[in-house]
């Protein structure tokens, strides 16, 4: 999530300092993402995303700009290590960007200072317009985020698959780095969660709430664990259940997420961009666990 114009150029500011968030400042630097960057978020959500739920060795929580002690611009950021492929890879999410106008100049020094620190990927599944060009130039790529507005209609249960969101249901059913990641996510305040149930197996689908025009009917997905080919199956009773439970009308479907694009709906005609930056793991490999996009709703 951004709120700043990323641009070399400027006058120097008197005592400008370049600091790493710590535990400390957590309290400042909330009030300033509040008053700054997103009113609709509390103050209390945006303190809880400089202290995620899961476990992590973060260096800090992002890095912040100070004239004297008065905080004029942050780059929070969300660690996390992950599991893949038998071999844990850091990742550092760039999950909110904001500098007051008079000091937009000096934007770049916050984002520098992140990318020069030992993490193997960095992601930024929020970036404004202008920042994604910036994050080209450093050497992020987009992910695909092809998307498919797809219509959540009623449906009738399905003989032997059970949909369910239950905390009780999915503890007993979730199994391996799925059973981490609800363990790591239960408590994120933007992701739910839902469990398919049929014999033989079962797929796990993490998903937030998002709005558009204002509207806030869509649901975004955000991981797939379990087999793909079980939701794509059970779909039509997974998108009554969001429907019906939640109240979400339309699911954003990126079908590099899912697996698949649902029959109903059409295709987005501008997906925003999702960026990452790194060589340890394939783009088809990342999600958007363990970030911004689990721990706000805005």
Not at 75 to 104: G, H
Not at 222 to 237: D, M, T
Not at 269 to 279: D, I, L, Q, S
Request: hydrophobic share 45%.
């Amino acid at each position: 999530m951004e709120g700043a114009r990323a641009d070399d150029a400027g006058t120097e500011k008197a005592s400008l300092e370049l600091r790493p968030i710590l535990d400390a400042d957590a309290e400042t630097v909330a009030a300033f993402l509040h008053k700054h960057l997103n009113t609709r978020v509390p103050h209390a959500a945006w303190r809880a995303l400089l202290s995620p739920p899961w476990r992590a060795a973060a260096p800090n929580s992002g890095f912040q700009l100070r004239a004297g002690e008065q905080i004029v611009g942050v780059y929070a950021a969300v660690y996390s290590e992950r599991d893949i492929d038998r071999a844990t890879v850091r990742f550092c999410n760039l999950a909110a960007f904001c500098v007051r106008d008079e000091y937009r100049a000096h934007s770049l020094r916050l984002l520098r200072a992140l990318l020069a620190q030992k993490d193997d990927v960095f992601t930024d599944f929020s970036p404004s317009g202008n920042v994604v060009a910036l994050n080209e130039r450093l050497g992020f790529v987009r992910l695909d985020t092809s998307t498919r507005l797809s219509v959540n209609l009623p449906a009738m249960p399905g003989r032997g698959i059970r949909v369910s969101g239950d905390p009780a249901v999915l503890e007993a059913t979730l199994a391996g780095v799925d059973a981490v990641a609800y363990r790591d996510h239960r408590n994120a305040a933007a992701a739910r969660h839902l469990v398919v149930s049929a014999p033989g197996g079962y797929a796990y689908l993490v998903f937030r709430r998002d709005r558009r025009k204002r509207l806030p009917l869509f649901a975004t997905p955000l991981y797939v664990g379990g087999s793909r080919a079980l939701l794509r199956a059970a779909w039509p009773r997974v998108a009554s259940h969001l429907l019906l439970r939640h109240g979400l009308a339309v699911t954003l479907a990126e079908p590099r997420i899912l697996g698949f694009a649902p029959r109903l709906g059409t295709a987005l005609a501008a997906p925003r961009a999702k960026m990452f930056r790194g060589r340890t793991i394939p783009p088809e490999r990342i999600d958007y666990l363990y970030s911004e996009l689990t721990l706000l709703e805005w």
